[in-house]
């Protein structure tokens, strides 16, 4: 649902520290929930915010697909070279492509989001389809990287 939540695992228990009413990351709001069930939740909220009203149908889903994506995760360092990414996205269900990273940059060690320097969403009619093209994608696109120093 449209909400975020910050939540921590205690010996005494799950504890929610956070709940918020928002969209959670362009990730999910924006690519996986059309790819999914085809419907834009983010252009209906907008239509709200602005006076415009809610079609009834605004969130009925037009598709039935699975929707999984993946952070592509070369070794930190400075990127040598991008490549894979125009033949990936020829391949069945891969439905986009994010890279972040740039040739000569650098990748940090992984803390947080933030140093993900690509994505790969896929798409199926199941779960194991979209997760074997999502297989397919990451090793279709190549980020190589060495030595920051280099």
């Keep these: 649902g449209p909400v975020k939540a910050d939540a921590v695992l205690t010996d005494e228990g799950f504890k929610i520290l956070e709940m918020a009413p928002r969209f959670h990351g362009p990730r999910g709001t924006l690519w996986m929930i059309p790819l999914a069930l085809g419907f834009q ?3 209906a909220a907008l239509q709200v915010l602005t006076g415009e009203g809610l079609p009834n149908n605004a969130f009925k ?22 490549s894979g990414v125009e033949e990936a996205l020829k391949l069945p269900g891969i439905e986009n492509i994010m890279i972040f990273a740039r040739q000569g ?16 969403f896929a ?13 397919r994608g990451i090793s279709t696109v190549k980020i190589e990287t060495c030595a920051p120093g280099f």
Excluded at 71 to 80: M, N, Y
Excluded at 105 to 120: A, E, F, K, L, Q
Excluded at 123 to 135: T, V
Aim: charged letters at 25%; hydrophobic letters at 35%.
């Design 123 to 135: 798409i199926g009619d199941s779960f194991e389809l979209a997760e074997r093209r999502l297989e």
């Design 41 to 43: 939740p983010l252009a």
């Design 105 to 120: 940059g650098i990748i940090p060690d992984y803390r947080n989001s933030s140093h993900v320097p690509g994505y790969v």
């Design 61 to 82: 889903p037009s598709l039935d697909m699975k929707c999984i994506y993946r952070a592509i995760l070369p070794e930190p360092g400075r990127v040598v070279s991008i």
